[in-house]
Nanobody, 122 residues
Framework: QVRLVESGGGLVQPGGSLRLSCVASGGRFSIYSMGWYRQAPGKQRELVAVIYRDGSTNYADSVKGRFTISRDNAKNTVYLQMNSLKPDDTAVYYC????????????????WGQGTQVTVSS
């Protein structure tokens, strides 16, 4: 399985921006579907965004127009640019990888990072 390491989380004021990064190792990155999921205290893990091997993307309705997922296959890295952040975006954000899945069900992603905390607060 591919190993994933996230970075870029932190504390930001409402309306601010952050960019998360996830570096993959141990696999052929370009063939993987890569996703960002998040989990807030007391809530289930939920989809944020997914980018597939062909570059197509899928976003949760709650982040459409504010967040952008992208990938750099040369750097084995997937990014999540988060703009216009809201307190409701506060959560631990996880990077996930799936070798051959083209949906958004987190149970179909076999590799996960350790998570990075994003806190949106004034």
């Amino acid at each position: 399985q591919v190993r994933l390491v996230e970075s870029g989380g932190g504390l930001v004021q409402p309306g601010g921006s952050l960019r998360l990064s996830c570096v993959a190792s141990g696999g052929r990155f370009s063939i993987y579907s890569m996703g960002w999921y998040r989990q807030a205290p007391g809530k289930q893990r939920e989809l944020v965004a997914v980018i597939y091997r062909d570059g197509s993307t899928n976003y949760a309705d709650s982040v459409k127009g504010r967040f952008t997922i992208s990938r750099d296959n040369a750097k084995n890295t997937v990014y999540l640019q988060m703009n216009s952040l809201k307190p409701d975006d506060t959560a631990v954000y996880y990077c996930a990888a799936s070798r051959s899945y083209s949906g958004t069900d987190p149970n179909r992603f076999g590799s996960w990072g350790q998570g990075t905390q994003v806190t949106v607060s004034s």
